[in-house]
């Protein structure tokens, strides 16, 4: 659905007050984790229906005698359920405002609902909500096909209704929701433990779609909120997945399908701030997860079940802020009131937590080289480094130069040594909640230079040779992006020697040296 399209629907049923679902309302909740012969059990279409009934009972206040919850039911069940129900409400007709809500997860097609073995045609599912005996008439369909790791679901996309509002004051009518548009696919998430739809719908009735502050989810909020987010999530899919509606309620302004504020005892409230992706999971951040959600634009509260601990992770794009919350009953709380550690990407990339694949960093420093071809031989260094943390590890290419002197006993020739090296690190990192150390290994391509001053004839010279460093490293982040880095260890070099035998005769071989490197530096990260 296009935006312009969701901005009509919002103007029209946001055209008045809204109205709340009446006392009288039902829920029927179905879900079947088993389809057709050929299809793929789901894992989370019956713990879908129980979370929405739940959801509902908390936030809607439909009490668990008004709901009928059908897990694992096959057709006839099913249809017997809801025409029960259409014979109790008309028998209890009174002139109260009554509604009806209707909520299937599970595998279907084009045809019908699979019910296992048995099968219950997509007309006559609406037939029998569009033909209930209640006022108000809500059918939300998240139906599934089949899958792998992410279980592919399916649904035709309801016909589309005239949109009408007048001057009533009762509201009637029937709306339906679909989980995709017809030829789309709706999927499941093992990580979020749901689908997709299903769980950002029961955030929404949380209070994450309470778009202009009120305390109140409609019916249109619900779903704004659930198609934004439904895209957001199935982007990085396969499958790419648009919620779907059709609405034909008649009367003054919207539907209030949850009222979080008003939810019973052993809740809390937690605030959300920041337009930015929040993680939401019980006790620590490996726990269950509890909600994902985008405030879009403005504050949003959540009522969640209390007294608990809550993990959350607020995924800004340069750093994760990592918040412990203990929500007591009846407590409201704000983030932004409390305190936070922050992770930067490198740590998260090297955590596999975070959302890109590497972190780019640029790196400087300066210190000496110990001794290398004589006990005088120490002089200062400076290096320059470009590399990318990975999640395995990090490579860094490095670019490095060194300038020493030296003399003999008797100050008859003194030696000036020039080096450039460039070579590739290659290295891993542990973090501690302060500092992190980092171990590995350089391999350089060395250039060497020596110029002599003596009273004698002494040319001077250049050959290319190679260092093997190991490398030692500790870390500490000073301000967003930039850390300080002292670093470290043993150089093994190999170059060209020249000797002079007794006989002045000169040979050249290959000399080796060990020494040392210790510099001290930055490093900035993208």
């Known amino acids: 659905m296009s935006a312009g399209r969701l901005a009509c629907v919002l103007l029209l049923l946001l055209g008045g007050a809204a109205r709340a679902l009446p006392r009288n309302t039902f829920v029927v909740a179905i879900g079947n984790n088993q389809g057709s012969v050929g299809e793929v059990d789901l894992l989370y279409a019956e713990s879908d229906a129980k979370a929405v009934g739940e959801a509902l009972r908390l936030h809607a206040g439909v009490s668990s005698s008004r709901q009928r919850l059908l897990l694992g039911e096959g057709a006839e069940p099913v249809r017997r359920a809801l025409l029960e129900l259409n014979t109790q409400l008309r028998a209890e007709a009174s002139g109260e405002p009554s509604a009806l809500v209707v909520f299937y997860s599970g595998h279907a097609d084009a045809a019908g609902l699979h019910l296992g073995a048995s099968t219950l045609p997509l007309d006559e599912l609406k037939a029998l909500v569009e033909g209930s005996a209640a006022a108000v008439r809500v059918l939300i369909v998240d139906a599934c096909r089949s899958g792998a790791l992410t279980r592919v679901k399916g649904v035709v996309e309801a016909p589309t209704f005239a949109l009408e509002t007048k001057d009533d004051v009762a509201m009637e009518g029937l709306a339906i929701i679909t989980s995709s548009a017809a030829g789309e696919s709706s999927q499941e998430s093992d990580r979020l433990g749901s689908s997709f739809f299903t769980h950002h719908f029961v955030n929404a009735l949380r209070g994450a779609a309470d778009a202009n502050g009120d305390a109140k989810v409609t019916l249109t909020e619900a779903y704004a909120y659930t198609y934004q987010q439904t895209v957001r999530s199935s982007g990085s899919t396969l499958a790419l997945q648009h919620p779907t509606y059709a609405y034909d309620l008649k009367g003054r302004g919207d539907l209030v399908l949850a009222s979080p504020a008003d939810a019973p005892s052993r809740t809390g409230r937690l605030t959300l701030g920041s337009a930015v992706l929040h993680v939401v999971t019980k006790e620590r951040v490996d726990g269950p997860l509890v909600a994902e959600v985008v405030p879009q634009g403005s504050r949003r509260t959540l009522t969640l079940p209390a007294p608990q601990t809550y993990f959350v992770q607020e995924r800004r794009p340069d750093e994760f802020r990592e918040y412990e919350v203990k929500l007591g009953v009846g407590e409201a709380s704000a983030l932004e009131q409390r305190s936070y550690r922050a992770v930067r990407y490198d740590r998260l990339v090297r955590q596999r937590g975070g959302e890109r694949p590497f972190v780019v960093q640029l790196s400087a420093g300066g210190g000496v080289r110990g001794p290398q071809f004589s006990p005088a031989d120490v002089g200062p260094l400076v290096q320059f480094g470009v590399g990318f943390d990975f999640a395995w590890g990090s490579v860094t290419l490095r670019a490095r130069g060194f300038t020493g002197a030296a003399r003999n006993d008797e100050d008859t020739l003194r030696r000036r040594d020039w080096e450039g090296a460039l070579g590739v690190a290659v290295s891993r990192s542990v973090d501690w ?64 020697l020249a000797t002079v035998d007794e006989r002045g005769a000169q040979r050249v071989g290959v000399g080796s040296a060990v020494t040392f490197t210790l510099s001290l530096g930055a490093v900035w990260r993208l």
Do not use: D, Y
């Open 433 to 496: 909640p302060w500092l992190t150390l980092s171990f590995g290994v350089l391999v350089e391509g060395v250039g060497f230079w020596q110029r002599f001053e003596t009273n004698r004839t002494a040319p001077h010279r250049a050959a290319a040779g190679a260092a093997f460093t190991a490398l030692f490293a500790l870390e500490r982040e000073l301000l967003k992006a930039l850390s300080v880095r002292l670093e470290g260890g043993p150089v093994a070099s190999l170059f060209p």
